[in-house]
């Protein structure tokens, strides 16, 4: 056997020897690593006459085609067995008898759902509810957002379709050229924030209205603060002579009572949102403890929430007089109230099912968040 028989013939061995995937990357780069045996051989082609390249050309470019080959197979297979081996580890079986003390546990969202929902029931507000698919005008139009809005564009928003049964069910036509005509109220979105909670409820009855929505949201985004689902909680409150004071306590109130804190600050910076008018976004303050940011204090700030006076388009929209109503509304990320409260740096895992996660950071399903018993005890 020649001597690139045998260094095939030794590769070869050595990629089918390799019990995992480094043992398998470190055969790679002895072959076709910068300075791999076989690099070095494509290397000395250059150094060689016409006719002994004409000879030796084919067989190294040969080798390296087969260990090439051999590798990118062997490392499949390394990658099956071991997708096939965690999958066997964590197999659940269904069919197993249920075990007799509860495993379940309250998701971090459910928890800090309920919590709300005591704290605002304390204040006299309501839970209200709304459609996850919304159309266009009460997530869009009625809100004020204008038609140019980046919000109103494909690659933030989920827009759905709707089958033309469906449309002639509710008596409206077919857009002609597939969307792009649809009217505002034809046209349905996966709704992109809880903020058309506000509109049904001033449409609804008449106010007085103090209520919070809280429910799931999407947009189309992925990191590790962002999911394309994930959970913002509105707030509305509408009546007479209702002015920002009745706002910034609502929110005090509120923040002090979800972090159990008395040293919560926050801090009212004006900003723009095209539903309200004026618009505030909400800062707290935090203070360090041990390296880590903790809320309370105010050695730094950082985002919270929006907020601001409902615009006088909004309730003229729902069909009240804006002379008479007046009110505040706000509207922050539930996901992010529970990483800030429970300590949680990714969001994604919120969302993953995996009960290792749930184990760790849920709650007792029998421990019902109560002012008086303590919110998260
Ligand atoms: N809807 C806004 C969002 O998703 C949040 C918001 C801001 C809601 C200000 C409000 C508000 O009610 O007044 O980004």
Same mark, same amino acid.
């Given at each position: ?72 197979? $062997? ?255 706000? +509207? ?15 969001? $994604? ?5 995996? +009960? ?5 950071? +849920? ?15």
């Amino acid at each position: 056997m020649s001597d690139l028989d045998n260094l095939r013939e030794h590769l070869l061995v050595a990629v089918e020897a390799s019990a995992g995937l480094e043992a398998l990357e470190a055969v790679r780069v002895d072959a076709l690593g910068k300075q791999g045996r076989v690099t070095q051989l494509l290397k000395s082609l250059g150094k060689m006459t016409p006719e002994e390249r004409q000879a030796e050309g084919p067989r190294i470019h040969g080798l390296r085609e087969a260990v090439t080959d051999a590798i990118a197979a $062997r490392k499949a297979a390394l990658e099956q067995a071991a997708l096939s081996a965690r999958l066997a580890s964590e197999r659940l079986d269904l069919t197993l008898p249920v075990d007799a003390a509860p495993a379940g546990s309250v998701h971090p969202v459910s928890q800090v759902m309920d919590e709300l929902a005591e704290i605002f029931a304390d204040l006299g507000f309501s839970v209200a509810m709304g459609p996850e698919i919304e159309d266009d005008w009460h997530n869009f139009t009625a809100l004020n957002i204008p038609e140019t809005h980046p919000a109103r564009a494909m690659h933030d928003t989920f827009y759905v379709e709707r089958s033309e049964a469906s449309m002639a069910r509710e008596g409206q036509s077919p857009p002609s050229d597939g969307g792009g005509s649809a009217t505002d109220a034809a046209r349905m979105v996966l709704r992109t924030h809880t903020s058309p909670v506000q509109i049904r409820a001033m449409m609804d009855g008449p106010p007085p209205i103090r209520l919070i929505a809280p429910g799931r949201v999407y947009r189309s985004d992925w990191d590790a603060t962002h999911t394309p689902m994930f959970h913002q909680v509105e707030g509305l409150v509408i009546d007479r002579n209702i002015h920002l004071g009745h706002l910034k306590w609502t929110l005090e109130t509120f923040l002090k009572a979800f972090f159990e804190r008395d040293d919560i600050v926050l801090r009212l910076r004006p900003s723009y949102f095209p539903f309200t008018e004026p618009s505030a976004e909400v800062d707290v303050g935090w203070h360090l403890d041990k390296g880590r940011r903790r809320l309370g204090g105010q050695e730094g700030w950082m985002e919270l929430l929006g907020s601001g006076m409902v615009h006088r388009r909004v309730i003229a929209a729902c069909g009240l007089d804006p002379a008479e109503w007046q009110g505040f509304a706000f +509207g922050v990320g539930v996901d992010r109230l529970a990483m800030l409260k429970y300590g949680m740096d990714d969001l $994604r895992p919120f969302f993953e099912a995996d +009960g290792r996660w749930t184990r760790h950071y +849920g709650f007792s399903a029998l421990d019902l968040p109560t002012l008086s018993g303590g919110l998260s005890a």
